[in-house]
């Protein structure tokens, strides 16, 4: 299975700071997503990333949130003052390959424990 | 509303049995599916995935059945291992959805000795 990287595995922030949760796709890829998973819950989307545009969101992600691709390979996400609901697994999942968009692989995830 | 759910929360089996994981979904224009296992403390792992066009498709060791007129979806598991134990995930992508998965509620497989 293709390997997504995400960094870092888990981080523990004060609620009100400012978190970015990293991840590396499968390589050349232009599309991109991001999920949280709550403990014990169902994993929700949060947003599509096509080519350097949102191309979809959830209702979770608010202002509070936002996408970028930096440097042209890696993704990030931050979440600007963090709420102790925001405590989740975060995955990034990019299609398996430039021919199938559907299939999507999912990274480790960034465990995010807000306090 | 819309949801794709699953009717076991938690299915124990013994070693080497065959296991069945069942999934419900609501959107009938859903048109891709797939089986996710995910392991504690890991992201979700591509089991298999199957296309509304078809009703079964098979992989090593597992089979996904789709029944479109009841609009369910099951993941049986051939000789069932200890490594088999995980949560199990439905995920249904959504015609004109931009490919975002909707994923059920996770079902618990427990593989005994």
């Known amino acids: 299975e293709p390997e997504v990287t995400q960094t870092p595995s888990h981080q523990v922030t004060q609620m009100g700071q400012e978190v970015i949760l990293r991840c590396v796709p499968i390589s050349n890829h232009l599309y991109f997503y991001w999920y949280r998973q709550i403990l014990g819950q169902k994993v929700e989307f949060l947003v599509s990333?096509?080519?350097?545009?949102?191309?979809?969101k959830s209702e979770i992600f608010d202002d509070q949130f936002s996408v970028e691709r930096p440097d042209g390979s890696n993704f990030t996400l931050k979440i600007r003052s963090t709420k102790l609901e925001d405590s989740a697994m975060y995955f990034c999942a990019t299609p398996r390959g430039l021919a199938d968009t559907d299939t999507q692989y999912f990274g480790p995830g960034t465990r995010l424990t807000v306090l | 509303g819309e949801s794709v759910g699953l009717h076991l929360p938690t299915l124990s089996v013994q070693e080497g049995d065959n296991s069945i994981i069942n999934c419900a979904y609501s959107n009938s224009a859903s048109d891709y599916f797939i089986w996710y296992k995910q392991e504690s403390g890991k992201g979700p792992q591509f089991i298999i995935d199957i296309r509304s066009n078809m009703d079964k498709r098979q992989g090593q060791r597992v089979t996904v059945l789709l029944n479109k007129t009841v609009k369910h979806l099951s993941l049986q598991i051939a000789a069932t291992q200890p490594g088999d134990s995980a949560v199990y995930f439905c995920?249904?992508?959504?015609?004109?959805?931009?490919?975002?998965?909707?994923f059920g509620a996770g079902t618990r497989l427990a593989v005994h000795p």
């Open positions: 990333f096509y080519n350097n545009e949102i191309s979809e």
């Open positions: 995920a249904e992508n959504r015609a004109g959805g931009y490919n975002k998965l909707i």
